[in-house]
């Protein structure tokens, strides 16, 4: 069992990543990863990532070895509702019990199976290339930074998009306690189309075809 305490804006923030369904289980909710080295806090849903530092408390030793759980998404859930900045979460394997302590205890399993290596999407560095990615994804990052780290820690979009082409897209916040990853678009994505047959431009007109 290993002990940590995260930022419960942090924690909620994860929630607008994090997916309810339509991905695989093991994705449905938030990866504490413990290490010696300094312990971080992911969540994905297959097209973008969040990776978050997670420092000691002050009470807080650095643990000996690493260790993986991941919480479920209907239990961080609960964990925004709790007034407190806070929380401390004792974790274990499934089936045994974990448990986070707030203003109250919640009692837990973490979700049992094995969480993707992340890490291996994460590009050391960015081409510049441009790229062609879903707004939406993009923009949650805004919501995520301004949620995480408040209005006033988020100049702008509160992030900077380094675009890297077909390869992932790395997202530098404001805040560098935490960074995200944006994966392009692929497949079909336009550039031809065929006029519908009721529309007839002007006989007259002088644009040109692209």
């Known amino acids: 069992m290993n002990t940590i305490t995260i930022n419960k804006k942090l924690l909620a923030a994860c929630t607008i990543i994090a997916p309810k369904a339509d991905v695989p289980y093991y994705l449905r909710g938030a990866l504490v990863h413990i290490r010696p080295q300094g312990s971080r ?5 297959g097209h973008r990532m969040i990776v978050a530092d997670l420092p ?3 009470d807080e030793m650095a ?35 974990s448990n986070v302590v707030g203003d109250s205890t919640e ?12 890490e291996r999407v994460i590009p ?8 062609c990615y879903n707004v939406d994804y993009a923009a949650d990052f805004k919501k995520f ?17 380094h675009q890297n082409g077909t390869g992932p897209a790395f997202v530098e916040f404001d805040n560098t306690s935490a960074f995200g990853i944006l994966m ?17 431009p002007p006989k007259d007109s002088k644009r040109k075809a692209a």
Request: glycine letters at 12%; aromatic letters at 10%; charged letters at 20%.
């Open 56 to 58: 000691l408390g002050e």
């Open 41 to 45: 806090l992911v969540v994905t849903d």
């Open 63 to 97: 643990p000996e070895t690493e260790a993986q759980y991941t919480i479920p998404r209907d239990v961080i859930e609960k964990i925004k509702k709790m007034k407190v900045s806070t929380v401390a979460l004792e974790l274990a394997d499934a089936p045994m019990l």
């Open 145 to 161: 930074a301004v949620q995480a780290f408040g209005h006033k820690n988020c100049t702008g979009n509160g992030f900077t998009l």
């Open 124 to 131: 050391l560095k960015a081409s510049g290339e441009i790229g």
């Open 107 to 118: 009692y837990f399993k973490c979700v049992d199976g094995k969480f993707p290596d992340y």
């Open 184 to 200: 392009p678009m692929r497949g079909n994505l336009g550039g031809g189309f065929t006029m519908p047959t009721w529309y007839a």
